[in-house]
C-alpha cells in the first residue's frame, strides 16, 4: 500500500511542480518528495542555466512557503551567512546608556563593588535583541518552515562547508552566547552547485545527491511550452530539435534550458513562423555566449536546421 | 528483499561507489518510504541516496542493471523451497516429472537435483542456483581465480554428491535417461558458472582493481609494458585528482583575530576613529609556479612523459606551468601539452628533440639564452634525468644561476642511487646546486615527489 502511495505522491510533487511552471523529470519529483519524507537537503548539481535556482523556487511557490536565498562567494563566512552582533548598536546604546550606566554604578563605592553590580546586568548587551539574524538562522527561526536555498555552494571556501554541517543534519546552530538555536519546524534545504570544485564528502553524505543534466528533446519541448506560451508546435520542435544538434559540437560553453527559453522568446518576438538560416544567424548570439563558438556553429546552421525539421517529420 | 538490497550495498561497493553504513541506513529509510514495487522510482532512489558524484551515479546505474537482472531467489514460488525440504519437493516434482519428461519415468528414487533437472523448470533451477550461491556465500569473491572453487562450492550445495551417485544408478538401469541427465548437467554447470562471474564482476571489482593498481604503482615506470601505458595513465590521472583534491583549498585565509589596525582606522574615518567597523588581517598564499626540464632521450623519455601528464593535469592546484623537453637542444613544450591529447603530444615532442643522445651542457645553454628571465623567486624548477651527458661538458655553473634564481631547484632521477656519479652520471656535480636530488622511477615515487613539491607553497 505504501508502495502504491508513493508512486501517486510522487506523481503529485510533479504536477504541483508544473503548476508553478516547472517541469520536473521523475528523478527531480523523486529527489523532492524525498527531501520531504526523510528530511534530508537536495544538493542539485549541474551545468549552469538547467534550473537549479528555479527548481527552488517553484518548490517555495508549491508549498506556499517563503524563500530565503544565501548566495555563496569567496570569502562568505559565518557573520554574513549566520549572525552577527549588532556592533554599531551595541555601541551607540552603551553610549545612550552612559548616564545611566553612571548613575547605577555610583552608588558603589569601591571598584570591586561596581564590577559586582555590572555583572548582575547580566548580558544585556549580548542578548537576542542584539543578534542580526542572516539567512540561516532566519531560515531556522522562520515560523511554518520556509524553503532554504544555499545557491553555488562550490564558490564558498571549504571552511564555510563544515559551518553548514550541523544545520544540515541537526537543524540546529549553536551561537555561543545564546546556546543552540533549534529550528522550529525544519526547513526544506536545497543547496546548489556547478561544480567548480569538489564538496567535502561529509556535506554530500548529509544529502541527497541529484544531477540535473541538459533535459531530452521531449521534456525541453514541454518546458519551452510552459514557459514560452506564444510558441507555435512546429517552431517549437525545430527549435528544441536544432538546440539538441548545438549540444552535439564540441563548444565551450553549451547552451542550456534557459538560453532555450531565451531563444523561444526571442523567435517569438521577431514573429517567426519557421527556423530558416537567416534568422538563425541573426539570433545566435542569443545561444551562444563565445566568440569563438558562434563561428565553429555558423557552418553547421543549414545542415542542423535540416536535421531538426527531418527529426520533427518522423518524430 | 531486505537481504537483497544489502547484498546491492556490497555490488555497489565493488562498483567503486563508497557507501559507509549511515548512507546505508540513510538508503535503508528511503527505500522504506517509497517501496520496492516500481524499479525506476527504486533505482532513482538508490541513486540519489548513495552516489555523491555523477561518476558515481553511472556506475551505479550500471551496477543496479547488472545486479537485478539476476533471478533472484523467489519465497513465495513453492519450487524455492526445495533446499530446505528436499522430500516435500521431491514429491511435488516427481508428480510434474513424470508428466511432462514423458512415459513411464522411474525417477522415483532419484535426488531433488536429478528431479529438477530432468523436469527442466528453469525458474526452479535459476532458484535452487540463487539460493545455493547465497550458502557459499559468493558475494565474498574476489579475485578471478577463485571461480573454479566457488563454482564447485555452488554445484555441492545443490547437491552435486547426490547426483552423481544417482548417475552411476542410472547408467546401469536406464542408460537413455542417464543420457539426458548428463546432457542438462553440462546446462546446469555452464549456468552456475555465469553465476559466478556475473557475482565476480559485481563483488570483486574494487578488490581486483586495486590489487592491479598497487603493482602497477610499484612498477618502474621506464620498464613497463605497451599494453600497460594506457592503465598507467589512467592511474596518473588518478594520483592528479588525488593531488588536485588534497591541494586545491583556498590560498586565502583569513588570519582571524588579528586586527589590521590600518585598514580599521581608514574605514572609520568618518566617525572619528571610533571602530564600527572592523577590518581583519588576511594572509595571501602563492599557489605554485613550475618550471620543468624533461630528459627525453632513450629510457627516461618514459618517466618524462608521465611526469609531464601528471604536471600538466593540476590546473586547479598549480597556477602556472612551463615545461621544456631536451636531449641534444631544448624546446619549451607546454603548448604541444596543452592542446592535444597525451598520446599526440608525446608523439609530436619525441618526434622534435627526443631520439638523441643527451646532452645536458648545451640544453642548459639553451635554457639560459632564452628563458632565463623567466624564472622568478617564487618558481620552483624540476630538472628530470639521469644526468648522464655523454661525457660532454655538464656546465653545472648554469644549473648553480637556475638555482640562485630560483625558489627551489629539485631533480628527479629515475636511476637508482648507487648508479649516480658512475659511468658518464655527472649527478654529484649537479646535486651541490639542488635543493633536493630524490630518485624517482615509480608512480609512487612520482606521486611523493609532485606532493612534496607542492605543498612547500600551503
Known amino acids: 500500500m505504501a508502495e502504491q502511495k508513493a508512486s501517486t505522491a510522487i506523481e503529485a510533487v510533479e504536477s504541483g511542480l508544473a503548476a508553478q511552471g516547472y517541469i520536473a523529470s521523475r528523478q527531480i519529483a523523486t529527489a523532492v518528495y524525498l527531501s520531504q519524507r526523510i528530511e534530508k537537503p537536495i544538493l542539485v548539481e549541474g551545468p549552469a542555466g538547467v534550473g537549479k535556482t528555479e527548481l527552488a523556487k517553484a518548490v517555495a511557490a508549491w508549498r506556499g512557503k517563503k524563500m530565503i536565498r544565501l548566495q555563496c562567494y569567496e570569502g562568505l563566512d559565518e557573520a554574513k551567512a549566520l549572525y552577527e552582533w549588532k556592533y554599531a548598536k551595541q555601541l551607540l546604546y552603551t553610549q545612550i546608556l552612559k548616564d545611566k550606566l553612571g548613575e547605577v554604578l555610583g552608588g558603589a563605592r569601591t571598584l570591586h563593588a561596581a564590577l559586582e553590580q555590572l555583572h548582575d546586568f547580566g548580558d544585556v548587551f549580548f542578548s537576542k535583541e542584539f543578534v542580526e539574524p542572516r539567512p540561516l538562522l532566519q531560515a531556522l527561526e522562520h515560523p511554518g518552515g520556509c524553503v532554504l536555498l544555499i545557491d553555488e555552494i562550490d564558490k564558498s571556501d571549504a571552511e564555510f562547508e563544515s559551518l553548514l554541517l550541523e544545520i544540515l543534519s541537526d537543524f540546529q546552530v549553536t551561537i555561543p552566547e545564546l546556546g543552540t538555536v533549534f529550528a522550529i519546524t525544519p526547513p526544506t534545504v536545497i543547496l546548489t552547485s556547478n561544480s567548480e570544485r569538489d564538496l567535502g564528502d561529509a556535506l554530500k553524505r548529509r544529502c541527497l545527491h541529484l544531477h540535473i543534466g541538459f533535459p531530452e528533446q521531449r521534456l525541453e519541448e514541454r518546458i519551452v511550452e510552459s514557459r514560452v506560451p506564444g510558441i507555435s508546435q512546429t517552431l517549437r520542435r525545430q527549435m528544441v530539435g536544432f538546440i539538441h544538434e548545438i549540444r552535439s559540437l564540441d563548444l565551450k560553453k553549451l547552451p542550456s534550458v534557459s538560453e532555450t527559453i531565451d531563444w523561444a522568446r526571442v523567435l517569438v518576438l521577431l514573429q517567426a513562423s519557421e527556423l530558416d538560416t537567416e534568422i538563425v544567424k541573426d539570433t545566435l548570439n542569443v545561444l551562444l555566449k563565445y566568440e569563438a563558438d558562434i563561428e565553429a556553429a555558423q557552418p553547421q546552421i543549414t545542415t542542423f536546421i535540416a536535421k531538426a525539421a527531418r527529426s520533427n517529420v518522423f518524430g | ?458
Open chain 2, 1 to 458: 528483499m531486505r537481504e537483497n538490497i544489502h547484498r546491492f550495498f556490497r555490488a555497489a561497493r565493488g562498483a567503486g561507489v563508497h557507501v559507509s553504513p549511515a548512507e546505508s541506513i540513510d538508503a535503508m529509510r528511503a527505500v522504506a518510504e517509497v517501496g520496492l514495487s516500481d524499479r525506476a522510482i527504486l533505482r532513482d532512489t538508490l541513486l540519489l541516496t548513495l552516489a555523491k558524484s555523477q561518476d558515481e551515479k553511472l556506475a551505479l546505474g550500471e551496477c543496479f542493471d547488472l545486479f537485478f537482472s539476476q533471478p533472484e531467489p523467489r519465497q513465495e514460488q513453492p519450487e524455492a523451497n526445495n533446499d530446505d525440504t528436499p522430500q516435500e519437493a521431491a514429491q511435488s516434482r516427481s508428480s510434474g516429472a513424470t508428466s511432462d519428461a514423458g512415459a513411464n519415468q522411474p525417477s522415483e528414487g532419484l535426488g531433488p537435483l536429478a528431479q529438477m533437472l530432468l523436469s527442466q523448470d528453469r525458474n526452479a533451477i535459476a532458484a535452487a542456483i540463487a539460493s545455493a550461491a547465497g550458502a557459499a556465500s559468493l558475494s565474498d569473491i574476489r579475485y578471478s581465480t577463485q571461480r573454479g572453487i566457488f563454482s564447485s562450492r555452488i554445484l555441492d550445495a545443490m547437491g552435486l554428491q547426490r547426483l552423481r551417485d544417482d548417475l552411476d544408478e542410472l547408467t546401469a538401469t536406464n542408460p537413455a535417461l542417464a543420457e539426458r541427465l548428463r546432457a542438462t548437467l553440462e546446462g546446469l554447470r555452464e549456468a552456475v558458472r555465469d553465476t559466478v562471474a556475473q557475482g565476480l564482476a559485481l563483488y570483486a571489482r574494487e578488490e581486483a582493481e586495486n590489487l592491479r593498481n598497487e603493482i602497477l604503482r610499484n612498477a618502474p615506470l621506464a620498464r613497463i609494458e605497451r599494453r600497460q601505458v594506457a592503465e598507467m595513465r589512467a592511474l596518473i590521472r588518478q594520483i592528479a585528482r588525488r593531488l588536485r583534491e588534497r591541494y586545491s583549498k583556498p590560498r586565502k585565509r583569513q588570519r582571524r583575530g588579528h586586527l589590521d589596525v590600518r585598514r580599521t582606522l581608514r574605514r572609520n574615518a568618518a566617525w572619528g576613529g571610533v571602530p564600527f567597523l572592523t577590518a581583519w588581517k588576511r594572509k595571501h598564499r602563492d599557489r605554485p609556479k613550475i618550471l620543468a626540464l624533461c630528459d627525453v632521450s632513450g629510457s627516461v623519455a618514459q618517466v618524462s612523459d608521465f611526469f609531464l601528464l601528471l604536471i600538466h593535469s593540476l590546473h586547479e592546484v598549480v597556477d602556472d606551468v612551463r615545461s621544456f623537453a631536451f636531449s641534444s637542444h631544448l624546446i619549451e613544450v607546454s603548448d604541444i601539452l596543452e592542446s592535444k591529447s597525451p598520446e599526440e603530444a608525446m608523439a609530436e615532442i619525441m618526434s622534435k628533440v627526443g631520439f638523441g643522445s643527451s646532452d645536458y651542457g648545451s640544453s642548459l645553454v639553451d635554457f639560459e639564452k632564452q628563458w632565463m628571465n623567466t624564472l622568478t623567486p617564487q618558481t620552483t624548477v624540476i630538472m628530470l634525468g639521469d644526468a648522464r651527458s655523454n661525457n660532454l661538458d655538464p656546465r653545472a655553473d648554469i644549473l648553480r644561476r637556475i638555482s640562485e634564481r630560483s625558489k627551489r631547484l629539485v631533480w628527479l632521477n629515475p636511476e637508482g642511487r648507487l648508479a649516480w656519479g658512475f659511468g658518464d652520471s655527472e649527478m654529484p656535480r649537479y646535486a651541490t646546486f639542488c635543493s633536493l636530488v630524490r630518485q624517482c622511477a615509480t608512480a609512487q615515487q612520482l606521486e611523493r615527489a609532485v606532493s612534496d613539491i607542492v605543498a612547500t607553497y600551503q
